[in-house]
């Protein structure tokens, strides 16, 4: 069993490569969702690290946009997303804020893109924050992006929401049925 002073060791044995700064901040961050209050910074000045000793690769900046989006800065369990009450309009300071941190998830994911335009993974996280953003134009081009890229990803029901609050059902009924001919499995079938 690895601690995290395993793998800071780790990084000090390899200063220069830039996934012993990526296994830090993932060590860290994979710990980080069982506490509210973790101070985020040590994970993305990793993540930033990994990306100063290779700015070639797209692994720090969607490493770097994950707690943003998805993780404890801005995701669901998320103390920024709990003082949000989504539905209510206008938007709340509140959920003002959260999209700002979403945003900020975006401009990294959009970073990842950059440095390799074929990484599919940054392409369905930042068509998720688009969503959150209810940016579903983009979100949708995103989704088609990343499926063009892999048309085995399991997206096609992500992009059918964004489809279906366009009101563009004929597209959002393609895409669910290509869903489900994927396989229950990933998706809401039987639930």
């Not at 101070?39 to 943003?68: M, V």
């Amino acid at each position: 069993m690895w601690s995290l002073a395993d793998v800071e060791k780790l990084a000090q044995l390899f200063p220069k490569d830039y996934r012993t700064s990526l296994y830090v901040g993932l060590y860290e961050l994979a710990f980080s969702r069982y506490s509210l209050d973790t101070d985020y910074q040590p994970i993305l000045k990793s993540f930033e690290h990994a990306a100063e000793l290779n700015p070639s690769s797209p692994l720090p900046a969607y490493f770097n946009a994950y707690p943003y989006v998805y993780g404890g800065i801005g995701g669901l369990t998320s103390q920024a997303n709990a003082k949000c009450l989504d539905d209510v309009v206008p938007r709340t300071n509140a959920c003002l804020e959260l999209d700002e941190i979403h945003r900020t998830g975006v401009r990294y994911l959009t970073k990842s893109i950059a440095a390799d335009p074929t990484f599919e993974p940054a392409y369905a996280l930042r068509a998720g924050a688009h969503l959150k953003l209810r940016g579903n134009r983009q979100a949708i081009r995103d989704y088609t992006k990343a499926l063009d890229i892999d048309p085995t990803a399991h997206l096609y029901q992500d992009r059918a929401s964004a489809e279906s609050e366009l009101k563009e059902y004929q597209a959002a009924i393609r895409d669910y049925t290509k869903a489900i001919a994927q396989g229950c499995e990933y998706t809401l079938c039987g639930a």
